[in-house]
């Protein structure tokens, strides 16, 4: 009886030793396999800044993963210390208890306090970024659509003019202007968005189709298009360049080439295209 017991216990730590030693070779793939991708993409982290706001964007990952990372050791840490202290040395039986007030308290009062804190944070930078500009502001209409983003500005009058759906046309009204408003008669639309550096932008999101996101990595600006809701919020570009737009809301079949482009040049530059013909 003895000696089968023992025999059982034998095999166990046996089968505890290769199942750790997978557990390892598998962990070291894992993190061999994303450190090679992050070295091959040569870029391994956020893309360069080229907003005011995205500053703080910024700070607020870094302490996000701060914190989870603080949060991630200090329990992992801990696991494996009980791991280790309480190892099966052959005579021990495992005890047991059930609920403990004090430590149930402290595990959801503290994490319920620093998401708290995380979200009063970022509240503030939100309600910033989507409250009225500055007077100043340039003011661009985004219209998302499958698969692809369209530009508008409402030309001389700073008026847009009305949309009709109904007055859809490929090729001779592609943004569904109506065509009996005259506020729309000066407005100018484009394939390209272009934005002027260090001024900041009014962008009124819309959807033609379904839920797109309006993503600019390098301004740290995602946004949510809805249909049938204008969707305002404004930031300021910071350096010029060309940057992309992406989708960031799986959209359909063409989802994947959903892409855009910014360009971010100096006023001059700017009126210089508005002026000029564009597709
Ligand atoms: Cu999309």
Redesign the pocket.
Known sequence: MASEESTTRERTHRFGGSAAALAGLLALVIVGAIVATLVARTRWWLPPLASVHGREVDRLLFVTFGIISAAFILVHGVLALFVWLYRDRGQARASYWHEHRGLELTYTIVPAIVMAGLTFSAAGLWSRIHSAPPPTALIVEVR????GWRARYPGADGQFGKIDPRQFNMQANPIALDRADPAGRDDITSAEIHLVVNRPVEVRLR?KD????FFVPAFRVKQD?VPGITVSFWFTPTATGTYEVA??????V??YA?RGKVVVETQEQFDAWLAAPKS
């Open positions: 998302a659509e499958q698969f959807s379904v839920l797109h996101s298009a989708c960031a809301e799986l959209c359909g063409g989802h959903m």
